[in-house]
């Protein structure tokens, strides 16, 4: 009766430990999966410095047509057409992803836009923040 005991016990322990690896097997493969699909592309927000800043807040046509381009009413150029992916990211997480550069740049452009355009940037906020919560 004690060596069925034993190895029932090593048995179960066995067991365990099986579900034990099977779970940290499924859990890693998670993780994997959320860090390559889940998660905003870095190269993305890279992009951000990139925008000529100064051509867009002097031109208001550069301005309107960046402006259409991200709520989807126009055609876009290329850069633009990447980064207003991430819009709506940058905007629910007060670009919580974005280095001191990138922030820098999006605060420069959203000031600007708030105290320049109240018209555009109410129209911005209602479809991308319109609990207001964005504090940059």
């Given amino acids: ?20 690896h099977k779970m940290l097997f499924i859990l890693s493969t998670l993780c994997l999966v959320y860090s390559v699909w ?21 031109s208001d046509a550069v301005l309107e047509h960046h402006f259409n381009c991200i709520m989807e009413r126009s055609g876009c150029p290329d850069l633009i057409d990447e980064i207003k992916f991430i819009v709506p990211e940058i905007m629910k997480t007060n670009c919580g992803m974005c280095t001191d550069e ?5 605060k420069r452009v959203t000031t ?6 109240p018209e555009m940037w109410a129209e911005f906020s209602d479809r991308f923040d319109p609990e207001r919560k964005f504090q940059i």
């Fill in 102 to 106: 990138e922030k820098a740049v999006v």
């Fill in 112 to 117: 600007h836009v708030r105290e320049n355009r």
């Fill in 1 to 20: 009766m004690a060596h069925f005991y034993i190895s029932r016990r090593y048995a179960d322990s066995f067991k365990i430990q099986v579900i034990y």
């Fill in 38 to 58: 889940g998660s905003p592309n870095r190269d993305i927000y890279q992009k951000i410095p990139k925008v000529d800043v100064d051509e867009v807040l002097t």
